[in-house]
């Protein structure tokens, strides 16, 4: 079959959480033939006050690993399965598979180990209902012993089994190293083995099925009913996930964008709905000025003063060197003639206060520091920063008019987006203006 018309598509926990959405998830999978691979999480929570079963197991390590008993949270995790079996009428069995973890656990397996059940399972019992082959995301997805991901010899086992099978489930989050022990992603990861087995089945597509219908220009919680995000690119998607937008794991981005396979973010509640399309360029029309606004609070803005400083050679080496060896990564560095700032979350300033002032002191012996403790980062991102004319205007006159002072500017380099701090009292302001500017 042509690789353009393979679908790899993950479901999420919220769209596996009970027998309804599996009926729901099997009518995705099988109204498409090209859907021929299959990632699901473990079973999310089917109202407000539920449970995660990945919470649940983490739960149960922890009581047993604690000495305590593990008999009344596993018979939650299993009635959570048990429900499901029972309705769709499957055959697996979770009087063997208990009997299993309860060996393992016996035997030392770990946290990491306990938590992958929840996808394991849930892959179990939708390979059973979908009729396609389960292969177990402990033989493909590789990790070292340390937990390190091992990207290219995944790649390598998971193209290869997956080739001798032509429609499989993958449960996500997990793999295992060469000794056979269980590692996991982190919260989330199994939009990365979506990925993953999207590269590897050389997928014309990604979809990423989860309860919403795609990325939202701005916060909820902020802006009321917010425009949807029809259509982006993975740089656009990078400026906004990193500002804490995030509807899709991070890490899940990479394989695909490599490889240049488009995201399609869709609501398994409702699969009419267009959802997000995330991939490498956009045609001209699907192109928009402002893709999305994001932000969030609590920064530091460390400013440097010297004397002369644009003429030293090799000063901003040393400046990054005094963040290096105190292992710190900072977000931006806006810089003027004499003066440069290193913006980065307030916590981590707080950890490591004393020693990156004492490298920057040592490194530098700048004439003065001064560290502004109130920061939020306030981010624009759209094409339409580099090539509308006018833009500018209506984001800072939003901002003037709003009353929120603007402490830092900083617009990447890639120019398809404006960064700005302010104080974190103004943060919600400042959204609510640049959305009303900036976006009809
Ligand atoms: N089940 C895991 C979690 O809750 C992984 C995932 O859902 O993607 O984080």
């Not at 009635?79 to 063997?96: F, P, T």
């Not at 022990?181 to 919260?187: D, N, P, Q, V």
């Not at 020693?355 to 490194?363: D, F, G, I, N, Y």
Request: hydrophobic share 40%; glycine share 10%; with cysteine.
């Amino acid at each position: 079959m042509n690789a353009e018309h393979v679908i790899a598509a993950k479901f999420g926990g919220s769209s596996l959480a009970d027998a309804e959405h599996f009926r729901r998830v099997k009518e995705i999978v099988e109204s498409d033939p090209a859907r021929r691979y299959v990632v699901p999480s473990a079973p999310g929570k089917r109202f407000e006050s539920d449970d995660k079963v990945t919470d649940l197991l983490y739960e149960y390590y922890a009581r047993l690993n604690r000495g305590g008993s593990g008999v009344s949270i596993q018979k939650k995790i299993r009635a959570r399965y048990q429900e499901i079996i029972d309705e769709l009428g499957l055959s697996v069995s979770l009087e063997k598979e208990f009997a299993r973890i309860e060996y393992a656990f016996s035997k030392g397996a770990g946290e990491a180990y306990a938590a992958s059940r929840g996808e394991y399972l849930c892959g179990l019992l939708l390979a059973d209902y979908l009729g396609y082959e389960f292969v177990d995301a402990a033989e493909v997805v590789r990790f070292r012993q340390d937990g390190q991901f091992e990207d290219e010899r995944t790649n390598f086992f998971l193209r290869g089994r997956l080739s001798r099978a032509g429609h499989a489930v993958v449960p996500g989050f997990y793999g295992a190293d060469d000794s056979g022990e269980i590692h996991t992603f982190t919260r989330g990861g199994s939009d990365v083995t979506g990925a993953l087995v999207a590269r590897a089945v050389r997928a014309g597509l990604y979809e990423n099925w989860t309860d919403v219908s795609g990325f939202l220009l701005a916060d909820p919680a902020i802006i009321e009913h917010p425009r949807k995000i029809e259509a982006m690119t993975f740089a656009e998607l990078r400026e906004l996930s990193y500002r804490g937008a995030a509807v899709l794991h991070e890490d899940a981005v990479y394989p695909a964008r490599r490889e240049g396979i488009p995201i399609h973010i869709r609501n398994t509640n409702h699969p009419k709905e267009n959802g997000t399309m995330i991939c490498r360029t956009l045609d001209p029309e699907q192109e928009i000025p402002i893709t999305g606004i994001a932000g969030r609070k609590h920064f530091a803005a460390i400013s440097i003063a010297k004397n002369r400083m644009n003429a030293q050679i090799g000063f901003c080496h040393k400046l990054l060197e005094a963040f290096d060896e105190n292992h710190i990564t900072f977000e931006h560095m806006p810089s003027g003639i004499d003066t440069i700032s290193v913006i980065l979350p307030l916590e981590e300033y707080h950890q490591k206060k004393d020693a990156v002032t004492a490298s920057l002191q040592r490194l530098l012996s700048p004439d003065k520091i001064s560290v502004d403790e109130d920061m939020a980062l306030v981010t624009v991102v759209g094409k339409g920063m580099r090539s509308e004319s006018g833009i500018a205007a209506r984001f800072f006159g939003a901002l003037g008019g709003a009353g929120v002072n603007i402490k830092m500017i900083d617009m990447g380099s890639n120019e398809i987006n404006c960064t700005i701090g302010v104080s974190n009292g103004d943060f919600e302001t400042a959204i609510r203006a640049l959305y009303d500017a900036l976006v009809d």
